[in-house]
């Protein structure tokens, strides 16, 4: 966008051959008065009213002229108003006033401006120059090598826009109109906080343009180690890796990653993983990742993460399986451990069924009755014993040793020897007694069938 700057100035003095230099000099001086004008753009409106204050008499003509071309002419004579060039249809002039009025402005309307009442050249000319609104400017920064001092540079083209004003803003502070350039230091804790804008302004760009603010001006801090945090669908297909960390004063900031044992990788912050083709998980990759910026050297890495999908879900199917396998392999090691034994004692399963059956019987009797032992009678004495434990009836054992028959009820039938000699067992007894043909008697333990 373009703009006019009006300026009054003195009128060449023409006509003059008789005046000595310095008095020209004088003349031109006292002449030479810059009057504030009004500032318009392109496209505008521009109103020139002239000071006829020395004007005698009535106003009979006028005429503006722009440079040496005119732009608009009156006579009373005539009563005709003549507007000329470039200027028709966008002029207008004030018969009693001598205000010419130019709308639609253009670049070429810029220059000198002359007016003349009655054929008579007023000592005032108007002159109207082009300016253009100032740019949006940017900051840069020169800092000594030590970085303490840096001088921050307020930045435009400002061509066909001067006179051009600069201000200054340090962080919440106010504008200060100062120069192009700003000195700036650390301070005492050896970081700068402060965030530093600059404007830019002239007389036909309002509030002016305003630059980005800039901060660290004496160049990045170093990045910080930086931490993995992850976010994931709520099927747990793909996760996205966030590379996190504080880069405040420390941008700009480059990440990369590497997976596994692979190689580093430039990225952006964040690394989105996903399961693969085969539903597994990729929770066996560790994942790490890499903040580095200009001053940061080799940068800062974070700690491995590995597990992003959460644990994995228990598969009950092979759990089940897994603990049929062991019962199986189980089972498959007392079949074949039984069968070695058999073979080395030859045992068969009714043998070993026996035993355990009759064990178990003899066992349970023995802790039942608490059998006393049999012993043989004396000769001439009394059986006294029974086979319930209790006392015997007094009497004659009249067992006889000639195969004839006892006397029925004087012993218990399981002590009674068979008549054909033939040995009887007491199931019940500790002892077993034997009576062969000849009647001649002997004692064995019994032993448990």
Same mark, same amino acid.
């Given at each position: 966008m373009?703009?006019?700057?009006?300026?009054?100035?003195?009128?060449?003095?023409e006509?003059m051959?008789k005046?000595?230099?310095i008095?020209l000099?004088?003349?031109?001086?006292?002449?030479?008065?810059?009057?504030s004008?009004?500032?318009?753009k392109v &496209?505008?409106?521009l109103?020139l009213? @002239?000071d006829?204050?020395?004007?005698?008499?009535?106003?009979?003509s006028?005429?503006?002229?722009? &440079?040496?071309n005119?732009?608009?002419?009156?006579?009373?004579? $005539?009563g005709?108003l003549?507007?000329y060039?470039?200027?028709k249809?966008r002029?207008?002039?004030?018969?009693?006033t001598g205000?010419?009025?130019i709308?639609?402005l253009?670049?070429?309307?810029?220059?000198?401006?002359?007016v003349?009442?009655?054929?008579?050249?007023?000592?005032?000319?108007?002159k109207?120059? $082009?300016?253009?609104?100032? @740019?949006? @400017?940017?900051?840069t920064? *020169?800092?000594?090598?030590?970085k303490?001092?840096?001088?921050?540079?307020c930045?435009?083209?400002?061509?066909?826009?001067?006179?051009?004003?600069?201000?200054?803003?340090?962080?919440?502070?106010?504008?200060?109109?100062?120069?192009?350039?700003? !000195?700036v230091s650390?301070n005492?804790?050896?970081k700068?906080?402060?965030?530093?804008?600059?404007?830019?302004?002239?007389?036909?760009?309002?509030?002016?343009e305003?630059s980005? @603010?800039?901060?660290?001006v004496f160049?990045p801090?170093?990045?910080?180690?930086? !931490?993995i945090?992850?976010?994931?669908?709520?099927?747990?297909?793909?996760?996205?890796?966030?590379?996190?960390?504080?880069?405040?004063?420390?941008?700009?900031?480059?990440y990369?990653?590497?997976v596994g044992e692979?190689?580093?990788?430039?990225?952006?912050?964040?690394l989105?993983?996903?399961? *693969?083709?085969?539903?597994?998980?990729?929770?066996s990759?560790?994942y790490i990742?890499n903040?580095?910026?200009d001053? *940061?050297?080799?940068?800062e890495?974070s700690?491995?993460?590995?597990?992003?999908?959460?644990?994995?879900?228990?598969? +009950?199917?092979a759990v089940?399986?897994?603990?049929? $396998?062991? +019962?199986?392999?189980?089972?498959?090691?007392?079949i074949?451990?039984?069968?070695?034994?058999k073979?080395?004692t030859?045992?068969?399963? +009714?043998?070993?069924?026996?035993?355990?059956s009759?064990g178990?019987?003899g066992?349970a009797?023995?802790?039942?009755?608490?059998?006393?032992?049999?012993?043989?009678p004396e000769e001439?004495?009394?059986?006294?014993?029974?086979?319930?434990?209790?006392a015997?009836?007094? &009497?004659?054992?009249?067992?006889k040793t000639?195969?004839?028959?006892a006397?029925v009820?004087d012993?218990?039938?399981?002590?009674?020897g068979e008549?054909?000699?033939?040995g009887?067992?007491?199931l019940?007894?500790?002892?077993?007694?034997?009576?062969?043909?000849?009647?001649?008697?002997?004692?064995?333990?019994? *032993?448990?069938l």
């Amino acid at each position: 966008m373009y703009f006019y700057m009006l300026s009054k100035q003195s009128n060449e003095l023409e006509n003059m051959p008789k005046l000595t230099l310095i008095g020209l000099y004088f003349c031109i001086c006292l002449a030479q008065k810059l009057v504030s004008g009004e500032d318009v753009k392109v &496209g505008g409106e521009l109103v020139l009213k @002239p000071d006829k204050s020395t004007v005698t008499g009535p106003i009979t003509s006028i005429l503006w002229k722009h &440079g040496k071309n005119k732009v608009a002419e009156w006579d009373k004579d $005539f009563g005709d108003l003549d507007i000329y060039g470039a200027f028709k249809g966008r002029t207008t002039l004030n018969q009693t006033t001598g205000e010419l009025r130019i709308s639609g402005l253009k670049k070429t309307d810029s220059g000198v401006y002359y007016v003349e009442f009655n054929s008579k050249l007023l000592d005032k000319t108007y002159k109207l120059s $082009f300016i253009k609104a100032v @740019p949006k @400017p940017t900051i840069t920064s *020169s800092c000594n090598a030590n970085k303490t001092s840096c001088t921050l540079t307020c930045e435009g083209n400002t061509t066909d826009a001067e006179p051009v004003t600069y201000s200054w803003k340090v962080g919440e502070g106010a504008w200060q109109v100062r120069g192009k350039q700003l !000195t700036v230091s650390k301070n005492y804790t050896g970081k700068s906080t402060n965030k530093y804008t600059c404007k830019m302004n002239n007389t036909v760009s309002g509030e002016g343009e305003v630059s980005e @603010p800039v901060g660290e001006v004496f160049g990045p801090e170093a990045v910080p180690k930086p !931490t993995i945090s992850s976010s994931c669908k709520p099927d747990k297909t793909s996760c996205t890796l966030t590379c996190e960390g504080d880069t405040t004063d420390a941008e700009p900031v480059t990440y990369s990653w590497k997976v596994g044992e692979g190689a580093w990788e430039d990225g952006g912050k964040q690394l989105i993983v996903s399961k *693969s083709d085969t539903g597994k998980s990729t929770n066996s990759y560790k994942y790490i990742c890499n903040m580095n910026n200009d001053v *940061s050297g080799e940068g800062e890495v974070s700690e491995p993460v590995g597990e992003v999908f959460g644990p994995e879900p228990i598969n +009950i199917g092979a759990v089940v399986g897994g603990v049929v $396998f062991i +019962i199986v392999v189980l089972v498959a090691i007392v079949i074949t451990g039984f069968f070695v034994w058999k073979k080395m004692t030859g045992y068969t399963w +009714i043998d070993i069924l026996s035993k355990v059956s009759c064990g178990m019987c003899g066992t349970a009797v023995n802790n039942a009755n608490s059998v006393k032992p049999v012993t043989k009678p004396e000769e001439g004495g009394e059986d006294e014993s029974k086979t319930d434990g209790s006392a015997a009836a007094v &009497g004659k054992d009249e067992t006889k040793t000639d195969d004839s028959a006892a006397p029925v009820g004087d012993l218990n039938t399981a002590e009674k020897g068979e008549a054909n000699g033939e040995g009887s067992v007491l199931l019940n007894e500790d002892m077993v007694k034997y009576h062969n043909d000849n009647g001649e008697g002997r004692e064995e333990e019994n *032993s448990v069938l």
